[in-house]
Nanobody, 126 residues
Framework: QVQLVESGGGVVQPGGFLRLSCVDS????????MGWFRRAPGKDREFVAV????????YYTDSVKGRFTISRDNAKNTVYLQMNSLKPEDTAVYYC???????????????????WGQGTQVTVSS
């Protein structure tokens, strides 16, 4: 059974940074892309970033471009989300997920993700 476990969330002031990690049980097929999504209170789930298995291709939602960086270490079965210059509107529960697809429109759509973690809370507040 695939298990994705996120960590690294917390409370940070505006302008601060956090690094989220997502470790998978190692049973996720190695060809899967890994993505990060978030859900803010009262809002729908939102795509944040995705990285293909090779790490060569990444996509980001516009609101985080230039501030967030997704990366992965396949030897450690871990995907990261470095979040800099955090804003109050980044406050949300962040989820990592695995996707077997390769098309951009499917990598940025949560419907096509097969496995999901339980989420980690990120709060940006002064």
């Amino acid at each position: 059974q695939v298990q994705l476990v996120e960590s690294g969330g917390g409370v940070v002031q505006p302008g601060g940074f956090l690094r989220l990690s997502c470790v998978d049980s190692g049973r996720t097929p190695s060809s899967y892309a890994m993505g990060w999504f978030r859900r803010a209170p009262g809002k729908d789930r939102e795509f944040v970033a995705v990285i293909t298995w090779s790490g060569r291709v990444t996509y980001y939602t516009d609101s985080v471009k230039g501030r967030f960086t997704i990366s992965r270490d396949n030897a450690k079965n871990t995907v990261y989300l470095q979040m800099n210059s955090l804003k109050p509107e980044d406050t949300a529960v962040y989820y990592c997920a695995a996707n077997p697809d390769i098309l951009r429109e499917r990598l940025t759509n949560g419907t096509f993700y097969t496995y999901w973690g339980q989420g980690t809370q990120v709060t940006v507040s002064s």
